[in-house]
């Protein structure tokens, strides 16, 4: 009776299944010979080509972003115009100057600031969930997957990845599929490194500031992702070699078939998502947005009702912390704007809408006027917001997943790497003449 | 109410025919103590009212993956009416797999054939009346993203929620030297009534034998763990 032991017995009996399924394969089913090649079997030809599948990928992700940015713009423009009217109406009507700084600077100026990402944060969504339903997405992690596993990185992790673009959280509960402990701490790690849709608005500002044409604001902001991808896997490969050494697990995964996507389960998937967003700005971002406000409008009497910024609480704090980032030319209000986006990295824009009181004219302009960045301290701050810290609800979720001395390690991690990648920013800048 | 758990291995369209069944009356929450989503919907049938539980995208059961266990705790212990199992029509020898295993669980299952106009196309012929005789379940074919089937599906559902205590029980053999092992194990398990009513016996014993961490863990509780470990193999 005891010819197995319990080392065979965890082999033998999936063994016996599979012998059970061939039976029944054998009864039920029977496959005609002459196989003809279906749609799928040509698109994967293609965009599962060893060259091509990830320029492919790239081109993809390249339109999926000119699109957001071609169609979302005019809507954006309109949320933009009717705050501004509002904030003007509110400034021109409300008796009680503090009242009035408070609607018109802090709500109005600050939420307006953020609400503007509604369009291309929705559209961004939408374009992800066309790529999803299409059956295209598998592919894409497929293909990196490829990439990745030579440098040993593991295959399952890029899925966690490509969600990071929506929003890390969600990504970071999608590594529970990853079965090895290892592989799954890694991908945790470096998922803050994908740039998620929080950041986009600070890259649509900042680019459309420091760029004039918006073809290569449209290619900074790509770029943002890019490098959040190479940063990712080059932080995940030095884990694997420092951290954790061995061999990533080997992986299966099942690519589905290519589909016209329905309207109805895109427009729920892109829903689904972009009401956090929604829901974020509505309570979380808005709240971070009025202790802002109120911080740069008191004390009321020294800042005469928000007007002399230089003499408020925001200023005296800015000042403090404003000669760590004096290496990249930022002043202090792009220093506070960071540690307010460290609450939730949206913040930042609404940082920046309540601490120039952009009423009537766009976040954008207002910031394009101050003179704040040029092209290159921009650019490095856009870098800067890509890499720094996970927002605190990422580190919550992580703190979940994680032991707390890994959570502690991936926000310093962060934080080193986001100085150290800006410093290379604005060093290669200046070498090539575009300070 | 009849409930109905949905599962299935990923990417083979179940959040499609999720989607189908219950239209926008969805409710997202989280599976108890853990952070993976739970998705909750219903649907009319005839008068009855279906409560659709979306279970995690798996490929197997064991214990050692959250998303498996997750499915085979709400199997177990909740207990659905009906589990309706969505396979690939063109992957299924990988997709029998699970099947297997819910079998193995003595679910009340119902097998979806989904993606069943690509089987065509590939050339693929289902004897669809023979695999239902020989998993003992009932097998509609369905496409998900079309909804084609769906209404035979609901009709499965239905009957197989009617007919829970009446269905046949089929057995998929492991062969004779492992039969005789599992009957073993099965005979001591069986000896806790108390264990015995609340999980499939034999079920249990398949799983101890594989060394089921979580299995284990329960049958560590049983006044017979002494007797259980004795019939064993050690690893």
Known sequence: MNEYSGEDLEVVFPERRYEAIAKIMETAVRVRKERKWTFTDILDHVFLHRVLGIPIFLALLYAVFQFTFAISAPFSDMIDLSFGWLGSLAGANISNPMLASFVADGVCAGLGSVLVFIPPIFILFFALAILEDSGYLARAAFVMDRAMYKLGLHGRSFIPLITGFGCNIPAIM????????????????????????????????????????????????????????????????????????????????????????????????????????????GTFIFAVVIVAWALSTFPWAATAGGELIENSYIAMFGHVIE???????????????????????????????ALLGAEGEGVNIALANAHWFTPLSGFAYMVFVLIYFPCVATIGVMLKELRPRWVLFAAMYTLILAFVVASLVMAIGHLAGLA | MITVALIGNPNVGKTELFNRLTGLKQHVGNWPGVTVEKKVGKCQYKGEELEIVDLPGTYSLTARAMDELIARNYIVEDKPDVVVDIVDGTNLERNLYLTLLLLELEANVVVALNQWDMVNERGIEIDVDKLSSLLGVPVVPTVATTGEGLEALKEAILTAARNKDRRRKIVIGYGDDLEALIKRVRDVIAKDTGLARKYPPRWLAIKALEHDEEVLKRLQDSPYWDEIRGVIPNK
């Not at chain 1, 790509?222 to 061995?246: C, D, H, N, P, W």
């Not at chain 1, 000669?323 to 824009?349: H, T």
């Open chain 1, 174 to 281: 999608a590594t529970r599929s990853i079965e090895n402990e290892n592989d799954r701490i890694i991908t945790i790690l470096v998922n803050p490194l994908m740039s998620c849709s929080a950041r986009l608005p600070v890259y649509v500002l900042l680019a459309g500031v420091i760029f004039s044409t918006s073809y290569v604001a449209g290619a900074a902001v790509f770029s943002m992702y890019v490098l959040g991808i190479a940063l990712a896997v080059m932080s995940a490969l030095v884990f694997r070699k420092t951290l954790f050494r061995g061999k990533p697990a080997p992986f299966v995964l099942e690519l589905p078939r290519y589909a016209v996507p329905g309207l109805k389960s895109v427009t729920l998937h892109m829903w689904e998502r972009g009401k956090w967003f929604l829901i974020k700005a």
């Open chain 1, 323 to 353: 000669p760590l980032f004096r290496p990249f030319g930022w002043n202090w209000q792009s220093a506070v704007a960071l540690f307010f986006g460290f609450l939730a990295k949206e913040a930042v824009v609404g940082t920046f809408g």
